[in-house]
């Protein structure tokens, strides 16, 4: 294993699942989940990939399939990895990323339903649901152009990081060559000329437009519409729970299918939860939704990726059935 391709956030998030499994050894807090108490609870971000589980809740699927569902708002899978390890969540929305870096470095997590997946082409005032942004006076004019500029990123070495290399690559340009800067907010770091591009989220994207100073550059996806983020538990809740697990997953699937098919939906699940002006969340961009339970080749695409851009080392990679659950 080469440490150097791991970024500081990875290792917290290892170092923490490890220290939460030294924690139940001890007396501590111990994997109970649903078990104890007839209830799962599920760690979110407050982003729209949190839309399948909000749409669960709000529309009674979770109910229709014998769930009492607890919603936990986390900031990232670092947070959410020592409490589902600890015991105090049940599943936990992470990137694609997250769980098979995890699995390389000694922390078991399964993925048990699927998330948001890749986009088509921009559908909105030249927004996608990953928005590319560059100063109004800037001489990028296409993402090629991005391998020689500075771009600002929350973190490197991540599942965003992937799509922005991917894309760049895709476009013809070498995303080897990109200087990448961890900035805490990406949109300021542009504005005070510190970084040449960054990227946005919806609905932060179609909240800037007014914005005479920036210009969108182009929408990005993930190139090949793959599953980006997935719903993971521990093979211990797994085996423990099966019922729960098969009962989650069919909900979430669910959900993610009446997502894809009801227009307007989305909008109005998100603004339950996301704190913008209902407005912006009706003009917003959404992610699409994998309507099929996770299979080998959703992980294995993932895999690929990380392998392709030295995130890890094909003789680490877990296989593809170690990262799903019955498996």
Not at 114 to 141: E, H, Q, R, Y
Not at 168 to 178: E, K, L, V
Request: aromatic content about 6%; overall charge negative; glycine content about 10%.
């Amino acid at each position: 294993m080469n440490p150097k391709k791991y970024s500081r956030p990875f290792k917290m998030l290892v170092a923490g699942a490890l220290a939460a499994v030294a924690l139940t050894a001890c007396g501590g807090p111990r994997d109970t989940g649903a078990a104890s108490d007839g209830s799962i609870r599920v760690a979110v971000f407050p982003s729209f990939n949190a839309l399948g589980p909000r749409t669960a809740d709000l529309k009674g699927i979770f109910d229709k399939h014998g769930l009492d569902v607890e919603l936990v708002t986390v900031a990232t899978p670092g947070e959410a990895t020592p409490q589902l390890l600890g015991g105090k969540i049940d599943f936990a929305l992470m990137d694609m990323v997250s769980p098979i870096i995890a699995k390389t470095e000694g922390v078991d997590l399964v993925m048990v339903a699927p998330g948001a997946v890749g986009t088509g082409p921009a559908v909105a005032d030249g927004l996608g649901v990953g928005n590319f942004w560059v100063s109004a006076d800037s001489d990028i004019k296409s993402v090629a152009d991005i391998q020689n500029a500075t771009f600002g990123i929350p973190q490197t070495k991540g599942q965003l990081w992937l799509d922005v290399r991917e894309a760049i690559d895709q476009a013809g340009g070498d995303s080897s060559r990109t200087e990448f800067v961890e900035v805490p907010n990406t949109l300021a770091a542009l504005r005070s000329g510190s970084v040449d591009v960054v990227t946005t989220a919806e609905p932060s994207g179609t909240a800037t437009l007014g914005d005479s100073s920036i210009k969108v550059l182009d929408s990005f996806v993930n190139a090949g519409g793959d599953l980006s983020y997935s719903y993971v538990t521990t093979p211990a809740y797994a085996a423990r729970s099966a019922e729960s697990v098969a009962k989650f997953r069919d909900a979430i699937v669910e959900a993610n299918t009446m997502l894809v098919e009801q227009d307007g939906l989305a909008a109005e699940v998100a603004a339950t939860y996301i704190e913008v002006d209902p407005e912006i969340l009706s003009r917003a961009v959404y992610p699409k939704f994998l309507t099929t339970p996770i299979g080998e080749g959703n992980v294995r695409a993932a895999i690929d990726r990380m392998v392709r851009y030295d995130l890890i080392e094909e003789s680490d990679a877990p296989a593809p059935t170690e990262m799903l659950v019955g498996n």
